[in-house]
């Protein structure tokens, strides 16, 4: 009977600990580059927005990090130039840039990717990691309502393919609370429905259009559970080696 108690223990360690699984939030800013396709209002100077993550990662004993990552931010610049206005439903935008006001294509971009990472031990409590990611993206918005600093507001519901790369470092604080610096890059590719009209072109086109983002976000990571430091190059009653 206590033979089989301490091998239902180890099994137990085994099952449980021979893996990282960690949950992350951080905040931030992001910037953003100007976008492409049939957008005809272009910024051409960037903005510092807001960001936000969060991330459920499983790290494996070699080293490899995969799970899930999303991004909650704006996508806004400012433009020089000065373009003709449109007719947004019932407003009328009389114009659009030169006048120090923010183009906002996206008030809440919301990105969900499935990441790929290499992790390196730079010591026992501090490591950096570079990956991989792709996803899927959604941009909302109102653009039936104006701020007092906005020239432009996108239209709401653009939606498309997600991807790009991203590096960060994580330092523990404790036994299992980590602090995290991660600089994603990601390129977007948003299309819109049918009924909606890219602004300024004629004749009528669907809005579609692509824009690279950059969240850089700082925050804590918790481990939910993590292979003990006394498991590692140790063998189960199997003879499996735990890493």
């Known amino acids: 009977m206590k033979r089989l108690l301490v091998l239902s223990i180890m099994l137990l360690a085994y099952n449980a600990d021979a893996q990282k699984l960690s949950l992350a939030a951080g905040?931030?800013?992001?910037?953003?580059?100007?976008?492409?396709?049939?957008?005809?209002?272009?910024?051409?100077?960037?903005?510092?927005?807001?960001a936000l993550t969060a991330k459920l990662a499983y790290t494996t004993v070699t080293n490899w990090q995969y799970g899930i990552v999303s991004h909650l931010h704006e996508l806004s610049g400012k433009s020089t130039?000065?373009?003709?206005?449109?007719y947004n439903r019932y407003l009328?935008?009389?114009?659009?840039?030169g006048d120090g006001k923010k183009l906002v294509y996206a008030k809440n971009t919301v990105s969900a990717c499935a990441f790929f990472n290499r992790n390196f031990n730079l010591n026992k409590k501090?490591?950096?990691?570079?990956g991989v990611a792709l996803g899927w993206?959604?941009?909302?918005?109102?653009?039936?309502?104006?701020?007092?600093?906005?020239?432009y507001n996108g239209p709401d519901g653009g939606n498309g393919?997600?991807?790009?790369?991203?590096?960060?470092?994580?330092?523990?604080?404790?036994?299992?609370?980590?602090?995290?610096?991660?600089?994603?890059?990601?390129?977007?590719?948003?299309?819109?429905?049918?009924?909606?009209?890219?602004?300024?072109?004629?004749?009528?086109?669907?809005?579609?259009y692509s824009i690279l983002a950059v969240p850089i976000t700082v925050g804590l990571s918790f481990d939910l559970y993590k292979i003990g430091e006394n498991t590692r190059n140790s063998f189960n009653v199997k003879r499996k080696k735990y890493n």
């Open 92 to 97: 009328r935008i009389d114009s659009v840039g």
């Open 161 to 208: 393919l997600c991807y790009g790369g991203q590096v960060g470092i994580n330092s523990y604080l404790g036994e299992s609370v980590s602090i995290f610096l991660d600089v994603a890059v990601r390129y977007y590719n948003l299309e819109f429905e049918e009924w909606v009209e890219a602004p300024a072109v004629r004749p009528y086109e669907t809005l579609q």
């Open 81 to 86: 130039k000065k373009y003709e206005g449109f």
């Open 126 to 130: 501090t490591s950096v990691y570079l």
């Open 27 to 50: 905040v931030g800013g992001a910037v953003n580059g100007s976008p492409g396709g049939n957008m005809v209002y272009k910024s051409d100077q960037s903005l510092l927005n807001y």
């Open 137 to 151: 993206v959604y941009a909302r918005n109102n653009s039936l309502y104006y701020e007092e600093n906005e020239s």
